[in-house]
């Protein structure tokens, strides 16, 4: 089997079913990422792939290649795993590399095939993917289309794809289903030697498409929910860790992704909820998905929030046009979107960095794998090599993702090398009473001050 692009969802997916013992060849454009993934080396930080993509480049069950002729020669089954970003022009996904890979390779191949659709796109894409296939590919090939979505969370990708929670196949004929079980064999014989189940649900292209940018929008509302309700508890003096933990005991609610904090960001949310009310615009059915705009809305007012409360603890006049926030220093520790990654993309941490600094403050950031990401974004904050490099001299300590090493900090030994011992907690990760007790003034998303 092949993956037409190496990036975060291509090379997770191409490493590990070269684990469970599949012949892979993984593809890119990008020449220099192919030669590092050819050297052993992950171009992006996600635990236990580095290991894994060594040890399967070893086995000989694992290359990578920038041909598109060696891909159709070789694959039976092509997984799409490019980039749909939000386009330039407003919020629809751009389809311009799910195009380029499925053109590319469809006139190369000369025997029967299927091209799987891994990508998060609009629904109605996989029908136009076929009308590319039909209109490039030869004649005789008998090339198929599918659509599998995938469901990887970052931090935990490996685990995802070696053990997911469950497997779409969106297709047409029973030949693509029974391709596409044939594929996936080696992950349900991994799933009884575990004694696990593996739900498989067999559908049509639409709903298959539905999926993922469903189960993204009913994540990123569920997020904005607990959010809204810390603006709530600020307004009346409640603690939002205390109501998120009563209305998660509701089985029909649950615990889960109910933690206030300075919102979701990262490469899917953000864009994929985005491009959902788009697609439903160009469907007629705009109206039923209008509250992901205000989803949208308050996921961004958060990120200003940390910016008030900055101006508070400071004493710091906020103004129409925000705080003056001049001669101030002010440590952030978190640029990725969240730990265990070395993702910055639309990060609420970064964000707010951001923010801080045009408000005049002097920024130093700390993150345990976003470092070099962080300075091409926000180029005007100071980089730090350490939690205590940053916290040095601050005025002001702002957790803005929720890493272990933040989580575990000794504030009794931050407090000795602060100027002013005054914590905002942007992720409602670290224990007020530990914090207060060594003489923090300790602020928190939707908590009382006190």
Same mark, same amino acid.
């Given at each position: 089997?092949?993956?037409?692009?190496?990036g975060?969802?291509?090379?997770?997916?191409?490493?590990?079913?070269?684990?469970?013992?599949?012949?892979?060849?993984?593809?890119?454009?990008?020449?220099?990422?192919?030669?590092?993934?050819?050297?052993?080396?992950?171009?992006?930080?996600?635990?236990g792939?580095?290991?894994?993509?060594?040890?399967?480049?070893?086995?000989?069950?694992?290359?990578?290649?920038?041909?598109?002729?060696?891909?159709?020669?070789?694959?039976?089954?092509?997984?799409?795993?490019?980039?749909?970003?939000?386009r330039?022009?407003?919020?629809?996904?751009?389809?311009?590399?799910?195009?380029?890979?499925?053109?590319g390779?469809?006139?190369?191949?000369h025997?029967?095939?299927l091209?799987?659709?891994?990508?998060?796109?609009?629904?109605?894409?996989?029908?136009w993917?076929?009308?590319?296939?039909?209109?490039?590919?030869?004649?005789?090939?008998?090339?198929?289309?599918?659509?599998?979505?995938?469901?990887?969370?970052?931090g935990?990708?490996?685990e995802?794809?070696?053990?997911?929670?469950?497997?779409?196949?969106?297709?047409?004929?029973?030949?693509?289903?029974?391709?596409?079980?044939?594929?996936?064999?080696?992950?349900?014989d991994?799933?009884?030697?575990?004694?696990?189940?593996?739900?498989?649900?067999?559908t049509?292209?639409?709903?298959?498409?539905?999926?993922?940018?469903?189960?993204?929008?009913?994540? *990123?509302? !569920?997020?904005?929910?607990?959010? %809204?309700?810390?603006? &709530?508890?600020?307004?009346? #003096?409640a =603690?939002?860790?205390?109501?998120?933990?009563?209305?998660?005991y509701?089985?029909?609610?649950?615990?889960?992704?109910?933690?206030?904090?300075?919102?979701?960001?990262?490469?899917c949310?953000?864009k994929?909820?985005?491009a959902?009310?788009?697609?439903?615009?160009?469907?007629?059915?705009?109206?039923?998905?209008?509250?992901?705009?205000?989803?949208d809305?308050?996921?961004?007012?958060?990120?200003?929030?940390?910016?008030q409360?900055?101006?508070?603890?400071?004493?710091?006049?906020?103004?129409?046009?925000?705080?003056?926030?001049?001669?101030?220093?002010?440590?952030?520790?978190?640029?990725?979107?969240?730990?265990?990654?070395?993702?910055v993309?639309?990060?609420?941490?970064?964000?707010? *960095?951001? !923010?801080?600094?045009?408000?005049? %403050?002097d920024?130093? &950031?700390?993150?345990?794998? #976003?470092? =070099?990401?962080?300075?091409?974004?926000?180029?005007?904050?100071?980089?730090s090599?350490?939690?205590?490099?940053?916290?040095?001299?601050?005025?002001?300590?702002?957790?803005?993702?929720?890493?272990?090493?933040?989580?575990?900090?000794?504030?009794?030994?931050?407090?000795?090398?602060?100027?002013?011992k005054?914590?905002?907690?942007?992720?409602n990760?670290?224990?007020?009473?530990?914090?207060r007790?060594?003489?923090?003034?300790?602020?928190?998303?939707?908590?009382?001050?006190?």
């Amino acid at each position: 089997m092949t993956f037409l692009g190496t990036g975060y969802l291509g090379a997770t997916y191409a490493i590990c079913f070269a684990e469970l013992g599949y012949e892979v060849i993984g593809f890119d454009v990008d020449q220099a990422k192919i030669e590092r993934l050819g050297k052993g080396e992950v171009p992006f930080h996600e635990p236990g792939l580095d290991e894994l993509l060594r040890k399967n480049l070893a086995g000989g069950r694992l290359r990578f290649t920038t041909s598109m002729e060696e891909v159709a020669e070789f694959g039976d089954v092509h997984f799409i795993c490019v980039g749909t970003p939000q386009r330039a022009d407003g919020m629809a996904a751009d389809l311009s590399y799910v195009e380029s890979a499925v053109t590319g390779l469809a006139q190369h191949l000369h025997r029967k095939a299927l091209i799987v659709g891994k990508s998060t796109v609009p629904v109605g894409t996989a029908e136009w993917v076929e009308q590319l296939v039909r209109r490039h590919a030869p004649g005789e090939s008998g090339v198929e289309v599918a659509w599998s979505p995938e469901f990887l969370q970052e931090g935990f990708a490996v685990e995802d794809v070696l053990r997911p929670n469950r497997v779409i196949f969106g297709v047409k004929s029973e030949w693509a289903v029974g391709l596409l079980y044939e594929a996936h064999k080696a992950l349900f014989d991994l799933a009884t030697t575990e004694d696990r189940e593996v739900p498989v649900v067999v559908t049509d292209f639409a709903t298959a498409e539905l999926v993922k940018v469903a189960a993204n929008a009913f994540l *990123a509302t !569920k997020i904005s929910f607990i959010n %809204a309700m810390a603006e &709530i508890c600020e307004a009346a #003096g409640a =603690d939002v860790t205390m109501l998120a933990r009563s209305i998660g005991y509701d089985q029909r609610i649950g615990n889960k992704f109910l933690r206030a904090g300075i919102g979701f960001g990262g490469g899917c949310l953000p864009k994929d909820i985005r491009a959902f009310q788009a697609r439903a615009q160009e469907l007629g059915v705009g109206e039923a998905l209008r509250f992901l705009h205000e989803v949208d809305l308050i996921n961004q007012r958060r990120r200003q929030r940390i910016v008030q409360l900055s101006a508070e603890l400071l004493d710091r006049p906020f103004g129409p046009n925000g705080p003056d926030l001049s001669g101030t220093r002010i440590a952030v520790l978190g640029a990725t979107f969240k730990p265990n990654s070395d993702d910055v993309r639309d990060s609420p941490a970064l964000s707010v *960095a951001r !923010k801080l600094t045009r408000s005049g %403050a002097d920024v130093y &950031i700390y993150d345990p794998e #976003g470092m =070099d990401n962080a300075s091409r974004e926000v180029s005007e904050a100071t980089y730090s090599k350490s939690i205590v490099d940053a916290v040095t001299g601050a005025d002001l300590v702002c957790v803005l993702t929720e890493w272990e090493e933040f989580r575990n900090a000794d504030p009794a030994v931050l407090g000795e090398i602060v100027a002013g011992k005054k914590v905002i907690d942007g992720r409602n990760c670290l224990d007020a009473t530990v914090w207060r007790r060594a003489g923090w003034e300790f602020r928190a998303m939707g908590r009382p001050a006190q």
